[in-house]
């Protein structure tokens, strides 16, 4: 045994060449490692010159789990693929998969029993033959099966985002609104991936976001509320393994997503939810033809697992606000709960979120949920609320909008010619705030000073570019400069000259 | 930098995971590694404690070509995904690619550009969604266009089975007759990967394999003919990669068959071309229909990159001979170049497809090949040509089927009862002819003593189990007993009885 200091990522050995020859095993075959008592199932490599013929090397996960140390004795018996590749051939052959054989392929996932290969596969083949809404129920509940659950003994509340537009923090102000207003929600939400900021990484700059069970448990009980981060607790974990795959491809099956989203809100318990869906160029979901389908795909999933979902289509044509990065994006919710003049795409969706959850709570009526979201707004009892929400998780003690710290170098853009502002594009303005650092830099990212349709005059800032390092703001702004976010137009589009006479 | 001495099959390097975050970079994503005036794109992996923050992890390739010990500066920047990955994407949406993208991917393939993830992805959508006859001559001339070639001045013939059927020993007595003709085949073979021997481990008991292009250049002038391992020469290296990707999952894209095998033919510029199709139950090809597919499929292709093939759909539905693993098949195939009495199977598939050779090199008349071959085979030129091949590529010294060394270790399988052999079966053989140590150990494999159809007496030895070790041939023995690969029925299959008055 040669111990390796390398993580795997799971179970993986290496074997030299003439050896794996030998025992006729093959790379990505499974091999039994055996050391005194403990057997566990082993994916191979192959060495032709580090590991010498005889030796066995190990990385550090299951190096470590049958706590070997170099030149120990362990006995490796080659072993057959489990059974979930061949569940996985069945769905590259477009086969419909059984409930046994989906359950097989998750529970696999999370063990770390499948290698990248046939994870990948998977993925490829769910993205291309698609799921039915069986298929997709029964990978929610294994999902669910395979992680972590919490059970409330009341009924509980949740919002979620598809995502897609930037500046996307309704939730820190549509939670508190609902929970000042009596409704539990135990919201869990994801740091970013591709985008500028999760709403786990905006309010990681006011609070503790790494919660347990127990916090969490703990803390709606008391407080009615939590905005934490999801990966703390090990909720649906099949769902990072397949993430993992996913991103580098670029490819999102859209199974997977329903699967997903609901498996950690089952997960919780929840009975009611309010699932935003950002529509416009540039979102997941360019048209209304897909946004329904998302919408009737969620909520007959939801039924399926007696989860009341609702879903909101909202304008994602644009960034929600004027804020882009973690502590611009807090800065900008904090304003709005204080009741300061902020954007009003801002307020507008957030109480038209709480608005629906407040109904779905027969806390107010059918269409009267808006008008008593914005009252709870305005009253100042949901800046409270998350004020209580911050400190129970663990504030980190700043408390109003104008002390939250954003990056101290800061560059303006300006328009280069008068006029209207006739596009602002999002894929645009993500690349340019994680240019200057967004999400890892939490003071990094954009304010915008205009939005779509506002009058611009030549040499007006139109936004500005914060950031935490001097030397990501002039990268930052390098890509700014390229890609130019925001387009300028005159009134006057085209001028077609008459006839000649 | 440090160094982790181990092969990642690639240009790969582990970043503390801060690190990644810091750079916005993410497993699997790419990076620029900058060494004095080198340059290279690799693919990233994380760690959380074995690489430090400010440390680059480099496994062997990359630190190789690079040069580079521990402690060296490198300069690592993220970088964009190759386009190939987009092309992909394309096929995963079921579109067509060009001409140009298919390029792009198999020079990445080749290149080692692309990551598992990636590759894996790429064999799954083209098994899914296929790939039409122009996309399958691209990725043909791609795989080409990617190794190395070698042109003859003259026409040369080739033969090649698409496998499936154990114990196809065909070539080595086809080819010397086609040979002995005059013929000019330069015939490159695999190695098993998951059968019990290829044609090149049978060939390995008795000669060297492993030719360089300049060798294989003069024994096809000098004697005509070479039977050597494809894997010695570089032709179509995209295939390896591929092949690596395809094992472990079990799959196999019918447009990747196809590309893989008539890119090696064209690699070495075959101009006329014997395909062997093995069909019936446990081979590759069950019925007619997919038979007389692959047919056309390689008719078609051949067709299109100048080479002319003509297909010979043979029995499969039982081992060819009587002999299983690579010395025995070696053995038999002396056997019945050198007369002596060996299963008809042989003699007639061999003369059959040498005989079609004969034919397409006008050598003979139509429907006078196997006539021709026959005779060619009886008067013994067949058997001088063989030695002339074996000599010329580096004789093992054994001339005689008598002296070709065979498992020491035996096991006779005895009949557990009186009756007919019903079934034989392909997949049970294999697996007992690799548990007792084929391909890898030469002398072990299996000796037919019966085949479908033949009586057999209660007692009467059906099979031997050959091995070169006393270990491996009980294992052998043990799966034997387990799997039953010969089924025997009493002539009377069912009793029905009459009914009672």
Known sequence: ?????????????????????????????????????????????LSQSVIKEGEVGMFIEISEKLNVKNGDKVKVIPTSRPLSVDYIKKKINGEKLTRDEIYEIIKDIVED???????????????IRGMDMDETEWTTRAMVDTGETIDFEYTTFDVHSIGGVPGNKYAPVAVPIAAAAGLKIPKTSSRAISSAAGTADLMEVLTNVSLTIEDIRKIVDEVGAILAWGGSVNLAPADDKIVRIEYPLGIDPHSQVLASVMAKKKAVGTDFMVLDIPMGPETKVPDEKLARKYAMDFITLGERLGITVEAAVTYGGQPLGRAIGPALEAKEALMCLEGKPVSNSLIEKATDIAGMLLELGNVAERNKGKEHAKEILKSGKARDKFLEIINAQGSKG????????????????????????????????????RAAGAPKDKGAGILLFKKKSEKVEKGEPIYKIYADSKAKLEEAVKIAKMLKPLKIEGMLLERIPAYKK
Chains 1, 2 share one sequence.
Not at 117 to 126: F, H, K, N
Not at 408 to 415: A, V
């Open 1 to 45: 045994m040669r111990r390796i200091d390398i993580e795997a990522g799971g179970y993986e050995i290496i074997l030299n060449e003439e050896d794996a020859k030998e025992l006729g095993v093959y790379p990505q075959d499974r091999m039994k490692v055996r050391k005194d008592g403990m057997i566990l199932t082993a994916i191979v490599n």
């Open 113 to 127: 029993n499948l290698s990248t290969i046939e994870l990948t596969s998977y993925v490829t083949a769910i993205q």
């Open 398 to 433: 700043i408390e109003k909008s104008e002390d939250v710290p954003v990056g101290k170098y800061t560059h303006d853009i300006l328009s280069p010619e008068s006029g209207y502002i006739s596009i602002v594009s999002n894929k645009a303005l993500v690349k340019i705030a």
